[in-house]
């Protein structure tokens, strides 16, 4: 078991398929302690509804209780602030890792 992700909070995005959804199975992989409250948790988000609650199912079989799915566009500031919504409230505002794994070709201009 690899200490460095025991006890921690993430978020990845695009967390339902491909390097995304690596990344959440490692995180949990490596975060799985015999001590529940020890192991990590993750918030998953993806734009499809269905991919966040399949992924979300699935992964909640295999590490219970531990993966929280959200649906929302990332690209969005509305979508953006559904996560950080669910993040605050999950993880009572401590997040320790952020992965950015969607996929998206909008970009905003900077402020």
Sequence with gaps: MS???????????????GIGFAIVRSL???GTSS???ESTRVVI?????????STSVALNNEFPSR?????????????????VKAV????DGVLHGLTRSSSSSRHSPPS
């Design 45 to 53: 988000c993806a734009r499809t509804d269905q991919d966040v609650k």
């Design 67 to 83: 993966v929280i799915g959200v649906t929302c566009d990332v690209s969005t500031e509305e979508g953006r602030l559904v996560v």
């Design 3 to 17: 200490r460095f992700c025991l006890q921690r909070n993430y978020l990845v995005t695009g967390g339902t398929k």
């Design 28 to 30: 949990l992989i490596n």
């Design 35 to 37: 001590n529940e409250e």
């Design 88 to 91: 605050s409230e999950v993880f």
